[in-house]
């Protein structure tokens, strides 16, 4: 008998999920990504003389920008989760999935944003980044920026989840790619707004002190009085975001080293958000839908995949090549509608698809991995499968990236 309610719900889910379906939303949802993710570039190439004259700011990006990706990214896999296995009800209290979920989402953005500002500025002395920000103006900068760009992308997030619901929306095909470029979008321009505090010494000291205290308050009012899901989703996801949030500021170390490069080729510059946006939305998507099945009971999390993990597989990476191309394309447009300097829209085609490619791999590497190894191992892997695969796919896309830039000979 539960074979055959396995089976029929395997045709339900595959009704749903049909391949021709599953291609126009991702497909759709990535290209919406890159439009964002290029814009938010396109701030950060604007924002050239602020990143010129505070090094060790543009270290700080990847890490703040994955961050919201991290934390909303997982917050949509699980509510996508939850509307998946028939748990979802769409309402703001406390004790709902909902809510519970928000709650988790402002503390976690405090806290990591805080975590992430004092781990910046000690890898800042580490690999020799001379920093003219203080520990103070690394935390503010981060946990203001962070907040400003995280009730956006949180509202988008709980409005993806309320569309998924209304017109049939499969949330592991456009939350990440959505999450992430949004936080592209809007994370950079909250952080260059942030910098705009950078020597206002009093004003920034009194305000880290109080940033931390409201993060510390938050902690112990979720430790005292939190119900226990909410604790467990804190509890969870702080560990793995700071590895994350690490593993994105050796993301941040490698572009801040490449700055002056960076700088001199703008569209380049432009490029890099949507790449490594890209890069970790293609992880992002296969994870989820690895999560779902594992949770639904479709696949049995097995170190070789199955005929079903493969067919996702297979999917994620045929939209690949055109989405790395599209990344190329706008970057080139941008620049020049911007009037910023351009190698041309074939050299970018070639860093965007070989840098692409080698992400690519790692993309089905980590994201299969990390997710199979989560749920065998009793974890939620909608908790610990995205952040650990898009910040690892940060360091890899920017790597890869980098390696292409000089492989193409563009700078």
């Known amino acids: 008998m539960l074979l055959v309610l396995r089976r029929r719900r395997g045709k339900k889910e595959r009704s749903t999920w049909g391949p021709s379906g599953d291609a126009r939303q991702r497909f759709a949802a990535l290209s919406l990504g890159v439009i964002a993710a290029t814009f938010g570039g396109l701030v950060l190439a604007s924002a050239d003389q602020t990143l010129a004259n505070l090094p060790g700011l543009l270290m700080l990006i990847p890490g703040a920008i994955a961050l919201r990706g991290n934390i909303f990214g997982a917050m949509g896999s699980r509510l996508g989760t939850s509307v998946h296995t028939g748990t979802f009800r769409l309402n703001f209290r406390r004790d709902g999935v909902v809510g519970q979920n928000l709650l988790a989402a402002v503390v976690l953005s405090f806290a990591l944003s805080v975590a992430l500002a004092v781990m910046g500025r000690g890898a800042a002395n580490i690999f020799g980044v001379a920093p003219t920000l203080s ?97 467990l989703m804190v509890s969870q996801s702080a560990s793995i975001l700071l590895l994350a949030a690490f593993i994105d500021l050796l993301a941040g170390v490698t572009v801040e080293k490449r700055l002056d490069e960076l700088l001199s080729v703008k569209a380049v510059l432009i490029m890099l958000p949507a790449f490594l946006a890209t890069a970790g939305a293609l992880g992002g998507i296969l994870s989820s839908r690895l999560s779902t099945q594992f949770h639904l009971g479709l696949d049995d999390a097995s170190p070789i995949p199955s005929r079903a993990s493969l067919r996702d ?49 790692l993309v089905v590497l980590v994201a299969y991995y990390t997710t199979m190894s989560a749920f065998r191992f009793g974890l939620d892997p909608d908790t610990f499968g995205i952040p650990m695969v898009t910040s690892t796919l940060d360091l890899v896309g920017a790597s890869a990236l980098i390696l292409a830039i000089g492989v193409v000979g563009v700078v």
């Open 135 to 231: 520990l103070a103006d690394f935390i503010v900068v981060s946990t203001v920026g962070g907040v400003l760009a995280s009730v956006l992308v949180g509202a988008v997030t709980v409005a993806l989840v309320a569309g998924s619901v209304r017109f049939g929306w499969d949330l592991d095909n456009v939350t990440s790619p959505l999450v992430t470029a949004l936080g592209d979008l809007i994370t950079v321009p909250a952080l260059v707004l942030a910098a705009g505090l950078i020597g206002m010494t009093t004003l920034v000291n009194t305000l880290a002190v109080v940033l931390v205290f409201v993060t510390v308050l938050g902690l112990l009012a979720v430790a005292k009085f939190g119900q226990v899901e909410l604790k």
């Open 313 to 361: 597989i297979r999917s994620v990476v045929a939209l690949a090549a055109p989405i790395f191309v599209a990344v190329a394309v706008a970057a080139h447009v941008l620049a020049s509608l911007a009037s910023q300097t351009s190698p041309g829209l074939g050299q970018l085609m070639l860093v965007a698809l070989l840098g692409g490619g080698l992400a690519t791999v």
